[in-house]
């Protein structure tokens, strides 16, 4: 279980978060979703140990982040930010490899060879393997992103924004590939995302943010109301149940 | 070599090997050539003459060369070095401050390994001050960062200029021996303390090289894989910064020849990982040094030309660099 507990974080003066507490039970998909400027991805950095939050603790199964040994938690928690910039030329292969450097500082054993082998099937990346990372698409190379976090062989995997820039078809395999992660490798993952239907369709929980706070938490049935929606989003938002399906109409 | 874009496992891993390989002989024959071409006369004068120098330009194209590297990495840019960040301006400035205060009489009585390892010190604190407020908690512009860069080491030179000229004519000959880069008044005296450093930092950046290899996917990255990240980029810092120190303390001043030295080893190994570019930058360094000196000195008859024609060439591969750079 990951522990969010009463963590702040302000800019100039500026909250950002507000004293945000928010348990995510071990299994399954949790969308976090939210308008613009809600804390969401700052949550998941301050999760992710990239940001520090001024008051509060993070803990993962009951161990804290802010003192656990850095190797540690990233045999256990993996983090995909939104832009993965590097200057480095990295290959495919490369880059999935490095998935395996909290288990082998980066010398890579047989075993490590076989991980990062069954992440690339497991995105449909082995013919790319060899190519350089600029010589991809942007979809390929979400999903070369995607691979090496599996690589990484953790129980949690926060996900930030990981359909930006996806078209519709990317976007709705990345979507089935987190569900399959979920459900066949037994992870806990959570996505930051801003497509409701798509949350509500792929996702076990759904987490509302708004203004730095969690303002509510539950499955999609419970979140996909009208009221609630339009609330969040100050703007008017219906919901329908089409085939078995909520879907936002806004 | 430039387009070895293996397309198997087995190729990825010997092709660098090959070229680093093809690379080290190159470089034993620029020390050959420097230390043969042009010899006459007794052999016991010769080689201790050319010895001590080769020594110097060897240290120094390895310090710069794996500095740069490293640094370009901790800092995720491939236009900045340590150099264009004002590194070495601000020895020079220390140099010019303590013959100015102590006077070039006390400054000469001062043994030249504890004013070495003082200045180091000092250049270890502003290095330290600089990153933490440039690149510490937000990620600024690259081009902030240049002109930050530059700025300081205008700002470090017109101090320095400003203590010249009203420094005593006398202490200022004695300055100005130790300012310019020249690569033929290698200082004899730092020589062997300036091995000792530079083989420790290098045995220590390839203790490092896996974690460099992490350190240059970006912060967040690392920080993802478990890697201290502020921890072991202020090693890496450190490391660099004794290494600048080093490098200026022996000739002088080079400012775009790390620049030059990296973007090489890019070009002509197109990998990430530290483990070759960090060798393949020092060869690429000491060919570049040794091969060119051995030229222009020998061959060409030219003096002190070595470091001119590096500046020159390296600045306008920076201005490439930075014009590719925007337009991407």
């Not at chain 1, 010589?135 to 990981?162: C, F, K, N, V, W």
């Not at chain 2, 201790?48 to 120098?53: A, E, L």
């Not at chain 2, 080079?254 to 990296?262: D, E, K, P, R, T």
């Not at chain 2, 060409?300 to 925007?326: H, K, M, Q």
């Amino acid at each position: 279980m990951i522990g969010v507990d009463e963590v702040s974080l302000s800019y100039d003066g500026v909250g950002v978060l507000r004293e945000v507490t928010l348990n995510l039970p071990k299994g399954g998909v949790t969308a976090i979703i939210g308008p613009n400027g809600a804390g969401k991805s700052t949550l998941l950095s301050i999760i992710g140990r990239i940001l520090r939050a001024d008051g509060g603790s993070v803990t993962l199964d009951g161990m804290d982040l802010a003192t656990a040994p850095g190797p540690v938690v990233a045999r256990r928690l993996a983090v995909l930010r939104q832009d993965n910039h590097t200057t480095a030329r990295l290959t495919v292969r490369d880059l999935v490899g490095f998935g395996r450097y909290p288990h082998s500082r980066g010398r890579l054993t047989t075993e490590d060879g076989a991980q990062i082998d069954r992440a690339l099937a497991y995105l449909g990346l082995s013919d790319l393997a060899n190519r350089f990372l600029d010589q991809l698409s942007g979809g390929q190379r979400q999903r070369a992103h995607i691979a090496m976090i599996l690589a990484q062989d953790t129980d949690y995997i926060l996900l930030d924004e990981p359909l930006n820039n996806l078209d519709i078809r990317h976007a709705v395999a990345i979507m089935a590939l987190i569900r399959r992660a979920a459900g066949e490798l037994g992870k806990t993952i959570a996505v930051v995302m801003h497509d409701i239907n798509m949350a509500a369709a792929g996702c076990d929980r759904i987490v509302v943010m708004k203004e730095g706070q969690v303002t509510a938490h539950g499955t999609p049935a419970e979140i996909m109301t009208g009221p609630l929606l339009s609330a969040v989003y100050e703007t008017p938002i219906e919901v329908v149940a089409l085939h078995d399906r909520l879907l936002a109409l806004y | 070599m430039a387009d070895a874009v293996a397309s198997t496992g087995e190729a990825r891993a010997m092709r660098p090997a090959l070229a680093l390989a093809l690379l080290a002989c190159a470089a034993v024959a620029a020390c050959a050539a420097f230390m043969t071409v042009g010899a006459r006369g007794d052999w016991s004068f010769i080689l201790p003459f050319r010895g001590t120098k080769l020594a110097g330009l060897v240290l120094v194209a390895v310090a710069i060369g794996t500095a740069t590297v490293v640094f370009q990495t901790i800092t995720n840019n491939r236009i900045l070095t340590p150099s264009i960040m004002g590194f070495d301006a601000l020895y020079i400035l220390l140099q010019t401050a303590l013959v100015f205060s102590l006077g070039a009489t006390q400054t000469t009585a001062l043994d030249a390994r504890t004013m070495f390892l003082a200045e180091t010190a000092m250049l270890l604190v502003f290095g330290g001050l600089l990153y933490h407020w440039l690149f510490g908690a937000t990620a600024r512009s690259l081009h902030l960062l240049l002109l930050v860069g530059i700025v300081f080491g205008v700002f470090f030179r017109a101090i320095s200029g400003l203590l010249q000229r009203i420094m005593d004519p006398g202490e200022f000959l004695v300055l100005q021996d130790r300012m310019f880069a020249s690569f033929n008044t290698v200082n004899h005296e730092l020589l062997l303390l300036a091995a000792l450093i530079v083989g420790a930092v290098c045995l220590g950046f390839w203790r490092l090289h896996q974690v460099f290899d992490v350190l240059a996917l970006g912060r967040e990255a690392a920080i993802g894989l478990g890697v201290a990240h502020a921890r072991m980029v202020a090693l890496a810092l450190v490391l660099v910064t004794v290494l600048v120190a080093v490098s200026t303390a022996l000739v002088g001043p080079i400012s775009f020849f790390g620049l030059l030295v990296a973007n090489l080893a890019y070009l002509l190994f197109p990998t990430a990982r530290h483990a070759v570019l960090l060798p393949a930058s020092a060869l690429i360094g000491v060919i570049a040094l040794v091969g060119g000196q051995t030229v222009l000195e020998r061959v060409l008859s030219y003096d002190t030309a070595l470091s001119v024609v590096i500046e020159f060439i390296g600045g306008i591969a920076f201005i490439l660099l930075v014009v590719r750079g925007g337009a991407r």
